[in-house]
């Protein structure tokens, strides 16, 4: 039933275990600064002082530990994130063949017109999406013009 298993022996990988001796001599370089600077400060002082600021850090970290355990336990959960309605068109559902019902007046054509040559004469090209609009509209007159 229990057979003998092969054991898988660990592949060696060079660069791993160089990235780990670097992030390992990074945190010793850490503690040994931090303890070099505990000794700076705390070793000319008396005991009693030594022990009034051990006594202050852990009345100060007992509290906020006591404070933040019962405020995850009585306070309410809050939204992470809001999501608000999207904003749609008022007429975002109607295709624009509404508008074929009704003629297009003459004097929308000619402001139309006088636009053109308006923004021809000063050298200046309409707007994409204005031009495809204008286009349409003429389109729209002619046809009706036709009929």
């Known amino acids: 039933m229990f057979w003998k298993r092969k054991k898988k022996e660990p592949t060696e990988n060079p660069l791993q275990d160089k990235v780990a001796g670097k992030i390992a ?6 503690q040994n600064g931090f303890a070099y600077w ?13 022990k009034i600021w051990l006594l202050a850090f852990c009345i100060v970290s007992g509290g906020l530990s006591i404070y933040f355990f019962i405020d995850a336990i009585l306070s309410k959960p809050k939204a992470k994130f809001k999501i608000e309605q999207v904003r749609m068109p008022q007429h975002f559902d109607k295709s624009g063949d509404e508008v074929m019902e009704h003629e297009m007046p003459d004097d929308i054509y000619q402001q139309i ?3 053109k040559q308006f923004m021809d004469s000063i050298g ?11 286009r349409i509209l003429e389109e729209i007159y002619l046809q009706q013009k036709q009929k």
């Open 38 to 50: 505990m000794n700076k400060c705390f070793g000319t002082m008396k005991a009693k002082n030594i």
């Open 124 to 134: 200046e090209p309409v707007r994409p999406g204005l031009a495809d609009s204008m």
């Open 113 to 115: 017109q006088e636009y």
């Open 25 to 30: 001599s990074v945190f010793i370089k850490t």
